[in-house]
Structure formats: C-alpha cells, structure tokens
C-alpha cells in the first residue's frame, strides 16, 4: 500500500445525542467507536474536518488505517460512516480492528481503464454501461489492495464482464463469488445506444424493401 492514513483519537466518555452534538459544536470533534479484535469497544472522538479531507481520497476507504490514542496505535478499517441527512457534517464513524492472522471484508473501488480508446466505443460507437463501481474483497490485511483494475481495451461490443473476470491480486477473493455462480454479478458491458440501434434496424428495413422494389 502506497499510503498511510494516521487518525488522531481522543477518549470519549460522555455518551448520548446531547454529548454528541455538544462535541461537534463546542469541540469541532465527531464520536466515533473502535471495535472488533476481542477487545472491549472503545469509545473515541476524532477531528471533524480531518476525518472529512480525509475522505475526499478515494485510497481511504480501502487502507488499513491507523488510530492514534493516548499514545498507543491500532490498526483498523472504516466500516460504517454516519452523515447529517442534509447538511456536508459527518456524524459518527465506525472502526474495526485488523489484525495481520485474520481475513477482512473491504469494499474496494473498481477503476476501468483503456474505456475511452477500446474498439467497441472508439471505432464503433458503444457505450460502456457500468453496473457496479465497488465489490467486496476478502483477503488479509496485508494483502488489501487499494483498488482493482478493468481493463476494457479487449471488451467487445455487447459483451459483458462478470465478476469472475475480474483480475484479483494474488491471495485476494470476491466475497459474491463464494456464495456461488448465481452471484457472479455483471460489472460493466458495452453497448450500442438504443437510439443507434433504432436507426440500424430501420436502415435495414429500408435496405430490404429498396431490393424489393428494384425486383
């Protein structure tokens, strides 16, 4: 991984909305929990606008970060993130222990490459019709990868890429796909717009009734 993430964390002991919203007032700080590993959960607060120019790295999501606390540092994951329902505030954030012996479940971003010069959208007009943009990984810490390729330059006109096309760094699993064939989710296809298909198939017509006439 090509980047660390340090979260400065503070104890937090007063509990409930009143406190919350005291702390996000009167602090600039946000509550947040730290759980998992078999450990007791602890409660924390950490800086609202850090938290928040951290998130505008898409590379967060998918880190292994580190919570700083009273001097001791633990390595943890985002799992849950609360926002305000209509103003730019986070709320509240969840955290979970990792450790390097146990497997995780992350989500991780998808990046499709080579989109914009692949022959099916390039020379023949398609449209990259993209399903899903994340999918859940599952491997250890130290094998978490910040986010997984597609390429499109070899994707044909109307085909579609699967899940189990996917090309996964070594030691890394889709969840969905351990869950069976019926869960190996399309990713991406591409395909001509509907529009141009409406045209091509009334050219066709056109060209069948103009050989009609000629006979």
Known sequence: MSQDF?????????????????????????????YGGNKEATAISIWHNELKKALENEAFFSHILTVELNGKKESVILKDLQRHPYKPILTHADFLRVDKDHEIHVNVPLHF???????????????ANHQINEVEVICLPQNLPEFIEVDMATVEMDQVVHLSDLKLPKDVKVAALLQGED?????????????AKVDEAEEGEEGEENGEDKE
Do not use: C, M, W
Not at 113 to 127: C, D, F, M, R, W
Not at 183 to 195: E, M, S, T
């Open 183 to 195: 869960h190996d989710l399309p990713v991406v296809a591409i395909h001509k717009p509907r529009g």
């Open 113 to 127: 490459i080579n989109e914009e010069t692949a022959p099916a959208i390039k020379l023949h007009g398609g449209v």
């Open 6 to 34: 340090v979260i400065e964390a503070f104890p937090r002991d007063d509990q409930g909305r009143g406190a919350s919203r005291r702390l996000r007032r009167e602090e600039r700080k946000i509550p947040a929990i730290i």
